[in-house]
DNA sequence: CAACTTTATATCAGATATGATATAAATACG
DNA sequence: CGTATTTATATCATATCTGATATAAAGTTG
């Protein structure tokens, strides 16, 4: 996948990562990102997105946060694409729903 | 997929799961472990692994670490499967590696 | 074998992610 | 409406992860 300024479904994507602090240094312009780096925000774009579908389905943000031993507002960041969250978290919230490596794999395949 | 201490192939994960430092807390015990840590611990190795034989076909540790601006210890550490590697720098490594969303899916699908 | 390249191990100061807490805002619902 | 539940935001001390550095060990090649 290639990185166009000016095409609208990159505008879009730009405003999807730029919404919760996903800035590189201090200026934020899309371009000062690398392609693995705008994958890798899209990963944990996408499991955010794949956690909180899961989550509202099964449990309340307490409710899972007391399951894996972390807080609700930890889980609020993560369901909201908090820069500050870890992939490591996600996925670690995403097992505690009760996902399987292969609906975790889904989800980042789907980022392609 | 379910633990049972006792058959031959649970030992044999056992192993390579305790090998690098994966212990929680003090006492090595496998069943101390939850499953889903089990699970998170085996993406890990699973991440590891790919991401030594992608590595090799490539180019050194030296040159990837430079690649993604971090140091070759580092890289050592992330494809020996060292507990104080993040799912997120191994990530970032395959990714150096140019491998797509698609391929790191995969390799946590294979994990199931 | 020796010189060279590559990988592994140890240490550490600084950066980042964490759970906890307080509380505000939003939502549900009687 | 008011009240209870759920989710979001802010702050912070601590734990964990980080790249850097030094150096040892292993592997390669002449």
């Known amino acids: 996948m290639r990185i166009n300024r000016s095409s609208a479904m990159d505008q879009a994507k730009r405003e999807r ?18 392609p693995e780096e705008v994958i890798l925000v899209e990963i944990k774009l996408a499991l955010s997105q794949s ?18 031993s972390s807080s609700q507002p930890r889980i609020a960041k993560a369901e909201n694409g908090d820069a500050s969250v870890s992939i490591e978290l996600l996925i ?8 399987t490596p292969q609906e975790i794999g889904q989800v980042i395949i789907g980022v392609g």
Chains 1, 2 share one sequence.
């Open 17 to 34: 990562i730029e919404a919760k602090g996903w800035k590189v240094g201090t200026v934020s312009d899309f371009l000062e990102l690398t």
């Open 51 to 68: 956690l909180k579908e899961r989550r509202q389905k099964l449990m309340t943000q307490t409710e899972l946060a007391s399951k894996m």
């Open 92 to 99: 670690r919230a995403m097992l505690a729903t009760g996902a």
